[in-house]
């Protein structure tokens, strides 16, 4: 069966818990084991002292390391990204900061693409340096024996860390290109791993596993939970490298609590639907904003073609949808982008992205503020810049918001 079908049961037997037809709220911090030799093999297993058995399963210990809502939250997440695991965690930044330092140590060098979502820039930026850790950053179309230059002399390679489509200005990173340089740069002592930020696409529209990446990360609090109302974090890939990932998970104590779990399962029914209706939603939007006058560039991956060259072939090759993520540059700087911002009605001013809600904010002063305002300018990402994550209301709703708010400008 198709996801969208799973996501209604996939992982849970309401016999499991009297009948109900909906995974409950396991809201208990600890789990009874039948015996003694049971708890061993249990801890054995999490604390990563031995692998599974064939057919073995890891037993319910305590809500750290383990819970239903969360086993079950994780391996319907794997289905739409055919991945062999998942691991959930209590924010996107939780499931981010939990990979760089699981596969990083000191005097590693980090290679990673620019833009990047704000928190994520500053986390590398400012706290990995700290550890002794170098990085390099390469931007969309540089290929592999350019960043392999750009890398030398820097430190020992061990990851390559990408967001595709890039947050806020949807320039996109080939995928299997980075699997090429990773490939390149490892060696029998050391695999170089590859990790694809998807927050943009959603488990939809992009799945990075089947173009070489090792590990597909994802802010759960957009398109999975889409509603607002939790924030999470989720990271997929093989058996092996989430299982390395969820042993430093419990000693960093950074997972999901139960009702966050549930939250996201509920999520899960209905993510295909909202994800369709988003993008066709965007294409409308697009589809206006590329006439109006008053805006001067839009960044959507619908609007790409073969002119565009190499991006226009990454997003043949790698994207299954347009995404309902864009932006544009309205003609003047902060005082009309503000302006705009300011007099929008249905679409709410605030930050966060892939809900239900249209919303809209300024990246250059607000998700992206502590990027280096330089590095920022050099990648369009401006002062007259303004982001909208397309919600699911009517598209002829959402253009009239925005026609009138331009009006004002």
Known sequence: MKPESLMMSYGYNPAWSEGAIKCPIFQTSTFVFQNAEEGKAFFEIAYGKRDKHPGEKLGLIYSRINNPDLEILENRLTLWDKAEACAVFESGMSAITTVLLEFLKPGDLLLHSSPLYGGTDHFIKKVLPAFGIKTAEFKAGMNAEQIQELAKGLG????????????????????AMCRKLADELSTPENKVHVAVDNTYMGPVWQHPLEHGADLVIYSATKYIG????????????????????????TFLGNMAGPWTGWLLLRSLETLKVRMDQQEYNASKVAEFLNQHPKVEKVYYLGNLKPEDGEQYAIFNRQCKGKGAMLSFDIKGSEKEAFLFLNNLKLIKLAVSLGSTESLAEHPYTMTHADVDDDEKNALSLTEKMVRLSVGVEHYSDLIADISQALDKV
């Open 226 to 249: 889409g509603h607002s109302d939790v924030i999470a974090g989720a990271v997929l890939g093989n058996a092996q490298i989430i299982q390395r990932i969820k042993v430093l998970r």
């Open 156 to 175: 020992k390679p061990s990851l390559v860390y990408i967001e595709t489509p890039a947050n806020p200005t949807n320039s996109l990173i080939d995928i």
